[in-house]
């Protein structure tokens, strides 16, 4: 899997949008981008995956560079409870290779 | 079918001592994976499983951890003559093994066993 680079930590205040970059320059052209989140003591939860377009779910968007190099999670409406670990991951959905997780981004919302 | 679970939650085992941990996957997916997570690190993957094979276990961090899925369901972690520096959470998740269109939702993780060897 391609190596991916998050900044360590980032503050957001509550009710505004969160943007969490990723850089993944290396990324082959039938990796994935995935996205999970680990709030503390519990284990990563995914948040949304993409492979060239951008995607809305529930929780996030997920904008993808035209070129794939980069990435943006955003989640909307940040509440106190978005409060974690978020991990960018570049993988090749349904391959052999398992989830490869970085040290990811500590986000912190703050009232 | 809630999701993966894990049991026990917490393990205070003496050093040298045996411990076994035990993860029930969601029931239609077919791959099984563990992974151990020390303090401020993200998850370090251990080993895999596909149905009841072991497809990839040179990760595992020595001759004393040893998993098994014998029947293609649940799944246990052995690690044995505990050592001090095992302390960590031990994770499972489970997954399709296969991309389903946009219907693919990755990992789903159980909440860990978190492991303290004094």
């Known amino acids: 899997d391609a190596k991916t680079t998050q900044p360590p930590s980032m503050d957001c205040a509550e009710g505004r949008a969160a943007n969490l970059p990723c850089n993944h320059s290396?990324?082959?052209?039938?990796?994935?981008v995935y996205w999970y989140r680990q709030i503390h003591s519990q284990g990563p939860q995914y948040i949304i995956h993409?492979?060239?377009n951008n995607e809305t779910n529930e929780m996030a968007s997920l904008i993808i560079t035209e070129d794939r190099k980069s990435s943006t999670l955003i989640l909307p409406h940040a509440t106190l409870r978005d409060t974690a670990v978020y991990y960018c991951i570049a993988h090749l959905s349904g391959g052999n290779t398992p989830l490869v997780f970085g040290k990811g981004t500590r986000l912190s919302v703050i009232a | 079918d809630t999701g993966v679970s894990q049991d026990p939650r917490h393990k205070i085992t003496k050093r040298g001592q045996n411990v076994t941990f035990r993860c029930d996957p969601i029931s239609e997916h077919n791959r099984l994976y563990w992974y151990r997570q020390t303090l401020g690190q993200g998850p370090e993957f251990l080993t895999y499983?596909?149905?009841?094979?072991?497809?990839?276990k040179s990760r595992l961090l020595s001759d004393r951890f040893s998993a098994e899925r014998p029947k293609g369901s649940f799944s246990t972690l052995e690690i044995q003559r505990t050592e001090q520096g095992d302390s960590a959470m031990y994770l499972c998740?489970?997954?399709?093994?296969?991309?389903?269109?946009?219907?693919?939702?990755?990992?789903?993780f159980g909440s860990g066993t978190r492991l303290t060897v004094v």
């Open positions: 290396t990324i082959s052209g039938n990796e994935y």
């Open positions: 998740a489970s997954s399709l093994g296969f991309m389903e269109g946009s219907k693919n939702y990755g990992y789903t």
């Open positions: 499983f596909q149905n009841e094979a072991q497809l990839e």
């Open positions: 993409g492979l060239k």
